[in-house]
T-cell receptor, first 113, second 123 residues
Framework: DVKVTQSSRYLVKRTGEKVFLECVQD?????MFWYRQDPGLGLRLIYF???????EKGDIPEGYSVSREKKERFSLILESASTNQTSMYLC????????????FGQGTRLTVV | AQTVTQSQPEMSVQEAETVTLSCTYD???????LFWYKQPPSRQMILVIR??????QNATENRFSVNFQKAAKSFSLKISDSQLGDAAMYFC????????????????????FGKGTKLSVKP
């Protein structure tokens, strides 16, 4: 059974803290993505990676960074958490090629207080 | 840039009835995929159905079917014989197949999502 696993389902952090959201996939996928989901806004792409040590900014990268040191793991980093980063974060992965499907993790609901 | 619009924030359907969720998109590309994803209260995003732009035939998956109108840039989802388990957020998504990063194996388009439609199913 294919799997994308996010390290936490719920997380509460304080303003100014450095926050790490971890995502691991077991499908040997090349591509990995981090999305942010907010009510009424849908899913918006934060960062993505097509290969180990490769990263590219998505539509809303400000206040975030990422790390991909191993193929199976893609980390989202909030350098200094702020209350406007309270949201649901979804990780996804997919293989290369034309007819591929993205698989999603179960999401991390982050609250910054 | 491509955009995806879901004009119905919420929809409701009676159990066993049929409901259609709307999606329109904007693109200048001719080669792409369209998807419908379902997100139940468990938050797990599940692929419902996909459509390749070059295929004229509308995709179907059991009770789920699409009405793909390429010229009108419309991609609606029809759910027949609605069940209580169909209650969820539904997201329409677009994926470009234009090759942008050859060094990473070619077509790598990211998913672009609409804002979603919350579907309620009444018993």
């Amino acid at each position: 059974d294919v799997k994308v696993t996010q390290s936490s389902r719920y997380l509460v952090k304080r303003t100014g803290e450095k926050v790490f959201l971890e995502c691991v996939q077991d499908m040997d996928h090349e591509n990995m993505f981090w999305y942010r989901q907010d009510p009424g806004l849908g899913l918006r792409l934060i960062y993505f990676s097509y290969d180990v040590k490769m990263k590219e900014k998505g539509d809303i990268p400000e206040g975030y960074s990422v790390s991909r040191e191993k193929k199976e793991r893609f980390s989202l980093i909030l350098e200094s958490a702020s209350t406007n980063q309270t949201s649901m974060y979804l990780c996804a992965s997919s293989s290369r090629g034309r007819n591929t499907e993205a698989f999603f993790g179960q999401g991390t609901r982050l609250t910054v207080v | 840039a491509q955009t995806v619009t879901q004009s119905q924030p919420e929809m409701s359907v009676q159990e066993a009835e049929t409901v259609t969720l709307s999606c329109t998109y904007d693109t200048s590309e001719s080669d792409y995929y369209l998807f419908w994803y379902k997100q139940p209260p468990s938050r797990q995003m599940i692929l419902v159905i996909r459509q390749e732009a070059y295929k004229q035939q509308n995709a179907t998956e059991n009770r789920f079917s699409v009405n793909f109108q390429k010229a009108a840039k419309s991609f609606s989802l029809k759910i027949s014989d609605s069940q209580l388990g169909d209650a969820a957020m539904y997201f329409c998504a677009y994926r470009s197949l234009v090759t942008t990063r050859e060094e990473y194996g070619g077509s790598q388009g990211n998913l672009i999502f609409g804002k979603g439609t919350k579907l309620s199913v009444k018993p």
